[in-house]
RNA sequence: UCCUCGAUAGCUCAAUGGUGGAGCAACCGGCUGUUAACCGGUAGGUUGUAGGUUCGAGUCCUACUCGGGGAGCCA
């Protein structure tokens, strides 16, 4: 008797085809007759089911007929040939064990269930087919843009998720704290005296690891984090979570178009990965989730992305004959429905818009040389929206000390940021990924809640 | 945070201001190759919460809570 998984059964079928196999998971659903009946399992070792086929002559048949979804069985039998239509194989058996009888109560059910719901059940919801395919493809996506970057040689840093810069300026921060808020230590204006705190300062959780990482990318020439980040924002979207993974790669001596190189190359290495490395999940999210995936992302992977600069897309937006709530100006940021129009309408592919007015983006972005714009970066892509955002880093420590200054900072909370300007800083850029829209974008899922294993989002952290 | 729509059985949804229903799930039974199996039966409800209008409220009004969609912020 051979203990086989599902997965080993589907991939190897030859070795194990007429053979006496063991096999064990979880029931999805059960069909009986008098005499006779068949159960679909799951083991978690794959996508697909397998299914059982048990008769009378079990001595445990009436109990075996009565097992509810998701009770954990044991089954031996032979791997046979199936003569149904569904499925190429089955397993005769010849025992089946149950390991533990789930409750009735049980609340997936054997049809549909919305999105909405199976939120409210999120310690469940990895049992259902679209979860399973999502979380499984998340766990693979992950690796493939590990073995992305390792394969070039970049080192992977770990930056701290607590930060002292209480000023990063991508987003509000959530406030790290090991003081009884109710007995603070206050000051004398009466303000908290964070000196009396475990750090000796005011701390938060990171909203980014790239000004950390800049300073391994000044060592390592090319380097990449990935890890949480945390933002405070009471943002209510499909597309925004307070806790989120973020994949920021920092490349030394290159500039913002080596930086679109990469991630271009990036992004087609991902979807080819996840293409050749998880075809169920993907048929699946293809067939039952967004029909037009495979053609969108066989269109990605065949074409080269565009790239317009800021001033070039707001003339092209302010061409269309398109009335929008926003009327397009040079200067204000695009809004949404303008990056959506680009992308999805006048593109219908990725996008990299660049040189952004200065005005409108951080202060570490390099200065162009019509003192106007930054070497920045955003992609856009059909769907999701801004999935990268990032930009030529100002070397130039005069301009860069300027810069900080017109935006408010106080430069000496960023000394050894301003260091690696003083001690062999060369040109460098960078650009951060938002992990779980790269996962919505190669999934279909529309809404990052769905994306989460247990999603963190303003007044929600159930789980 | 703003705009907008919604909340009725375990789930998905019906119900003109006038006795709250269906499908699925659960439970009981039937069925010799099923595929979200099928067929028959049983049980299941303080209509999100708190007020108000009315002879009478699931339905109308107010507030709150939670959720969907859109916007801002961004990845």
Known sequence: MQLVTVKEIYRETDRFLNQKVELSGWVRTVRTSKTFGFIEINDGSFFETIQVVFDESLDNFIEIGKLTISSAIRIQGELVSSP??????????????????SAADYPLQKKRHTFEYLRTIAHLRPRTNTFAAVFRLRSIVAYAIHKFFQDRGYVYVHTPIITGSDAEGAGEMFRVTALDMALAPKDDSGHIDFSKDFFGRETSLTVSGQLNVET??????????????????NSNTARHAAEFWMIEPEIAFADLSDNMNL?????????????DNAPEEMAFFNKFVDKTLFDRLENILSSEFVRVTYTEAVEMLQKEDVNFEYPVRWGMDLQTEHERYLTEKIFKKPVFVSDYPKDIKAFYMRLNDDNKTVAAMDLLVPGVGEIIGGSQREERLDLLQKRMQESGLNAEDYWWYLDLRRYGGVKHAGYGLGFERVIMYLTGMSNIRDVVSFPRTANSCEF
């Open 263 to 275: 991630a271009e190359e990036m992004m087609k290495y991902i979807i080819q990965y996840a293409l």
């Open 84 to 101: 149904g239509a569904k499925q190429p194989f089955e397993v005769k058996a010849e025992t089946i064990e149950i390991l533990a009888l």
């Open 216 to 233: 391994y990318c000044m060592a390592f020439r090319n380097v990449y984090t990935f890890g949480p980040t945390f933002r405070a924002e």
